[in-house]
Structures are given as C-alpha cells and as structure tokens.
C-alpha cells in the first residue's frame, strides 16, 4: 500500500468507522475531480477490464443531488499500475 495513502478515507467507508482507512493487502485508485475528489476506491479483486472500464459511483455530491452517480475512468497514460481515475461526469 502507497505510505502517502494512510489517513485517507475510502469510497463507501463510514467516517465513523473505528479504521475508515486503507487497509494493508488491498489496491486502491485515487479519484481525481468532483464530486468524490481525494477519495480512493477498492478496487481489490476486480478483473482487470473492469478496471479499464472505470466505475460509476453513487455519490450525493454530484449535479443530481442524493441517488445520483459520478462517473470515472482510468486515466491515461499510467506507469502501468492502477494510478487513478478521474472524473468524467454525473448522471442521475
């Protein structure tokens, strides 16, 4: 796990959990731009074209308010590690 990471908080993690951190032995990407901007996804797991393909993510915080989603995608041109998805738009 990137060492910059420790106490960030994780997509989809209570702020009140007990260790809403990144947790040791999982891969994680940064989102990049609003709404969850700073935020990292657990990605542990996933098979490597769901990676490619990015996520669309609920969030509260984007265009359509409470229920609507933000999508991200990978960005280009990483150093061949998962890295980071940036921000590409809401949907409701």
Not at 21 to 41: A, F, I, N, R, S
């Amino acid at each position: 796990m990137d060492g910059s990471w420790a106490g960030r908080r994780v997509y989809g993690d209570e702020p009140d959990e007990p260790d809403p951190g990144p947790k040791q032995g999982h891969v994680y990407v940064e989102l990049m731009g609003d709404p969850l901007d700073g935020l990292l996804l657990d990605v542990t797991g996933w098979p490597p074209q769901e990676i490619v393909d990015g996520a669309v993510l609920m969030s509260d915080h984007g265009q359509f308010g409470p229920g609507g989603r933000s999508d991200y995608e990978p960005a280009e041109g990483g150093s061949g590690d998962v890295g980071r998805f940036l921000w590409r738009g809401d949907v409701p």
